[in-house]
């Protein structure tokens, strides 16, 4: 027989559930988990669970649309007629780059 094995009506025993100590329903609180414990073990919830992070806007304030004109770059590897290596629309047909050309010496 513990302390709470009496009889009151509307009222039933319940165990704390960090001492497992058994008490009325009445006298227990429910904790911010969920669980139901005595007044003595009821602990606060965490402040820094409530902390929301301040937003980082990453965009720009304005943005500009890019024009529809492009500009072609032709460099000494794209104007060498060598397959796999000319850029189109810059290549020169039976052109060899003087840094390509194995006949030149340095």
Request: proline letters at 10%; glycine letters at 6%; aromatic letters at 10%.
């Amino acid at each position: 027989m513990g302390d709470s094995d009496y009889l009151r009506l509307g009222d039933w025993n319940a165990n704390c559930s960090m001492c497992n100590r058994k008490r009325k329903a009445s006298e227990m609180v429910k904790n911010w988990q969920g669980m139901w414990r005595c007044p003595e073990h009821n602990e606060q919830r965490q402040p820094q669970d409530f902390v929301r992070g301040v937003p980082d806007i990453q965009t720009p304030p304005w943005v500009q649309q890019a024009g529809t004109s492009f500009v072609g770059v032709c460099d000494p590897q794209g104007v060498t007629a060598f397959p796999d290596s000319a850029t189109p629309d810059c290549v020169l047909p039976d052109y060899i780059s003087p840094s390509y050309d194995p006949t030149i010496s340095s």
